[in-house]
DNA sequence: ATTGAAAACTCTTTACC
DNA sequence: GGTAAAGAGTTTTCAAT
């Protein structure tokens, strides 16, 4: 193999538009993102193709409400492992079903969790199964400015 | 209305399925969505359609990776703004197209960014920007152990 | 709330330019 | 990248439970 997987691609002006009408709208038709874009049905269905086999769209899903689910609480946790303990402790927030988002970072706080809730006693039952693990500092989400989306492209 | 749009919703084992199958494969048809879940075309369709109508399913949408699209670097930055320049930052966090989610939250340090960049100049580059406004505090994410998931349904 | 059957419609792919 | 057409598959409707 020359190339790796997911080696950087060039990404056109049309593949943007692919990747902003489908980050919008992921389950429409091929042939209405096609009528979007202004390509035929068999370019767009490539172009899409390409675009995923590059690992460019790395995956379809779907976007819940928490609230909706029962969870008016999320929480962003900072996570510093005690001495010795950061396996453990990558393990237990790994197995903790309530972070849906765990990312790894640099520094001695080497967790960051994105955690839900369904109330602040239930987060708090959670950071305390932590406490004799790690250090935890805790912010509660009061709103997003900026809700996930796209970079820029291309 | 009786009920705002958004209500908490009894999810029930199916409804389940559903989401969990859809956060993975968000394009697949709704009949073979149905025949995954043991029930016909049209109960599936009506499920579908609850689930999005209440609010659930806020979006279908794609998961990109950010490599192969140029940004081998992501960063978490806390963001706490000088005194009186809060309304100010925001407006420059939402402005940076580079900030890909942002939170708000509880404690001084005001928001969290998640920020993609072409290099640790770039990066730098960014953090700059916002040097005169607010005190920003930046780790590099070094790996996901929990990637974007499902919380417990139900 | 669910089903089966059928109709109507849409989609995707293939082949070729 | 486009066109055209075939074949496949999809979604909805409806009556019934």
Redesign the interface.
């Known amino acids: 193999m020359t190339k790796p997987k997911?080696?950087?691609?060039a990404?056109d002006a049309i593949d943007t538009r692919i990747?902003t009408i489908?980050?919008?709208?992921?389950?429409i038709s091929l042939s209405e993102l096609a009528g979007r874009i202004g390509l035929s049905a068999p370019s767009t269905s490539d172009r899409l193709r390409r675009l995923v086999d590059?690992?460019?769209?790395?995956?379809?899903?779907?976007?819940?409400?928490?609230?909706?689910?029962?969870?008016p609480i999320?929480a962003?946790v900072r996570v510093r492992p005690l001495p010795g303990r950061l396996r453990i402790v990558?393990k237990m927030?790994?197995d903790l079903?309530?972070?849906?988002?765990?990312?790894?970072?640099?520094?001695d706080?080497a967790?960051?969790?994105r955690l839900?809730a369904r109330s602040i006693p239930h987060l708090d039952e959670m950071l305390e199964a932590l406490a004799d693990d790690a250090v935890t500092h805790t912010?509660?989400?009061?709103?997003?400015?900026?809700?996930?989306?796209?970079?820029?492209?291309g």
Chains 1, 2 share one sequence.
Do not use: M, N, W
Not at 22 to 27: K, S, T, V
Not at 97 to 107: I, L, R
């Open positions: 997911h080696a950087v691609r990404v990747l489908l980050d919008a709208e992921a389950r590059a690992g460019v769209i790395h995956a379809f899903t779907i976007e819940i409400d928490p609230e909706a689910l029962g969870y999320r962003l990558q927030i790994e079903p309530y972070v849906v988002e765990c990312d790894k970072v640099t520094g706080e967790f960051l969790a839900y912010t509660i989400i009061k709103g997003s400015p900026v809700r996930r989306r796209l970079p820029p492209l």
